[in-house]
């Protein structure tokens, strides 16, 4: 009985993230789960978050492009002196082999001078620049707007 029970669990957990899982390939890059959180009405800025597995030679993020912003920024939130800090950053190494990941307090994707809300539920376009591997475009998916991370399993 216990069995199936867990059985029943692993089944609805699957489906779950199945629904919400979305990845994009460029090359030997592997881009999992672009999102963001949805914006109050007024919010002029919000972050945008994804991992990137790099199965290739070491690459470089340069940059991101979408048309929700006026300008898009790479950062780094960062603790300095006892302040979490965010800067802007040139780009954000993939070294060979590694595992990557634009998250809340870390590196992640400023979306500046927004120019509609972001709405929970929706996608919107954003475009990745890489020094080597090119470009590719991806779909950021909005989650709520106290989300901390893209899935809710993880
Ligand atoms: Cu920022």
Redesign the pocket.
């Given at each position: 009985m216990k069995k199936v029970l867990l059985g029943w669990a692993g089944a609805l957990l699957m489906c779950s993230s199945l629904a919400i899982a979305h990845d994009f390939t460029l090359g030997k890059l592997k881009i999992d789960h672009p999102w963001s959180r949805a914006t109050a009405p007024g919010a002029k800025?919000a972050?945008a978050f994804l991992q990137i597995r790099n199965g290739g030679d070491a690459d470089e993020l340069l940059r991101a492009e979408s048309d929700v912003a006026a300008r898009v920024?790479l950062?780094?939130?960062k603790m300095a002196d006892g302040v979490m800090q965010?800067k802007?950053v040139k780009g954000v190494a993939l070294p060979a082999g590694a595992e990557v990941k634009l998250a809340p307090g870390g590196y992640?994707v400023?979306l500046i001078d927004l120019k509609r809300p972001l709405k929970e539920g929706e996608t919107f376009p954003m475009t990745l620049v890489f020094a080597k591997s090119g470009t590719v475009r991806v779909d950021v998916q909005i989650e709520a707007m106290g989300a901390k991370e893209g899935h809710a399993g993880h």
């Open positions: 800025v972050g920024e950062h780094e939130m965010m802007a992640h400023m």
